[in-house]
C-alpha cells in the first residue's frame, strides 16, 4: 500500500507542468519551437541519463539494445500506419489563412499525443522501480518516488505545451496529462502482482520506453522545432537537457 501511494504521488506531479501553461495564451512560433525543444531534450535526458543505464544494471547491454531497437520498431510502424507532415515556421497560418492554420494546429495535436504515449510508456517501468526500491528500503524507494515526481513536473509542461498549441481544451489536457502519471502506479501495481518479475523484464521495459522516445524526439520534436525557430529550438533543446541532467 506504501509504495502505491508513494507512486500515485510521483506519477500525479506530472499535472504541475500544466499549470504553467494556465497563464499562456494560444503560443505563437517561437515559444512553441522553445517548448518543442525543452520536450525533446527532457525526453533524450530521461533515456540516456536514466533509461538506459538502469536498464543495462538491472539487465544487460543485450537486454538494452533490444530493448531499444523494439521500442524505435513500434514508433516506426506507427509512423507508418499514421503518417505525418511537418509544418515550416516560414508558412503563413494566420487566421488569414485558415487551411495552413489547421495544418499546424492538426501537426502540433499529433505530436503532442505521441509526447503523451511516450512519457505514459516510460512511467510504467518508472513505478516498477518505485516498488522494487521499497522493496530494498524505505529510504530508497522514497527517493526514488522524489526524484520521479520532480522529474515528472518539466514532463506534463513537454505534454502540455504542443497539445495547447493543438487547440485541445485545458480540461482535457489536465485530464491526459493526469493519465499519463497515474501509469506510474499502475507500473508499481504491476510489481506488486508479480513480486518475483525477472530484472532482465524490467531491464526491457525501461529500454523499450528508451528507444521510443528517442525515435519521437528525432522524427517529430526537432525537425518541427526547428522549422518554426532553428535557435530558439536549439535553445530550449538544451535546457531541456540541462534540467534532465540537473534532475536524474
Avoid: C, W
Avoid at 499535472?15 to 499562456?24: D, E, H, P, R, S
Avoid at 513500434?74 to 497560418?93: A, N, Q, W, Y
Avoid at 491526459?176 to 506488486?192: D, S
Amino acid at each position: 500500500m506504501e509504495a502505491l501511494l508513494y507512486s500515485f504521488f510521483a506519477g500525479t506531479s506530472t499535472v504541475l507542468g500544466v499549470v504553467a501553461l494556465f497563464i499562456i495564451k494560444k503560443p505563437g512560433n517561437k515559444l512553441l519551437s522553445t517548448l518543442l525543444g525543452f520536450a525533446g531534450g527532457i525526453m533524450m535526458a530521461i533515456s540516456l541519463f536514466e533509461l538506459i543505464p538502469e536498464a543495462i544494471a538491472l539487465g544487460s547491454m543485450t537486454s538494452a539494445v533490444v530493448g531499444v531497437v523494439l521500442g524505435a520498431a513500434m514508433m516506426r510502424l506507427l509512423d507508418t500506419i499514421v503518417p505525418h507532415s511537418h509544418m515550416s515556421g516560414k508558412e503563413d497560418v494566420s487566421v488569414e489563412n485558415p487551411e495552413k492554420f489547421k495544418e499546424l494546429e492538426n501537426s502540433m495535436k499529433r505530436m503532442g499525443y505521441l509526447i503523451l504515449f511516450g512519457i505514459a510508456l516510460h512511467n510504467i517501468p518508472e513505478g516498477l522501480a518505485i516498488g522494487a526500491g521499497l522493496e530494498a528500503s524505505a529510504k530508497l524507494g522514497l527517493s526514488i518516488a522524489i526524484a520521479i515526481a520532480l522529474h515528472n513536473i518539466p514532463e506534463g509542461l513537454a505534454i502540455a505545451g504542443p497539445l495547447k498549441a493543438g487547440g485541445v481544451p485545458i480540461g482535457k489536457i489536465f485530464l491526459f496529462v493526469l493519465i499519463a502519471g497515474l501509469m506510474t502506479p499502475v507500473g508499481t501495481a504491476i510489481g506488486m502482482a508479480f513480486l518475483a518479475i525477472s530484472p532482465v523484464f524490467i531491464s526491457g521495459s525501461l529500454a523499450f520506453a528508451a528507444g521510443a522516445m528517442i525515435y519521437i524526439v528525432n522524427d517529430e520534436l526537432v525537425p518541427q522545432a526547428n522549422d518554426m525557430h532553428n535557435h530558439l529550438a536549439n535553445v530550449g533543446l538544451i535546457l531541456g537537457i540541462l534540467v534532465g541532467l540537473a534532475i536524474f
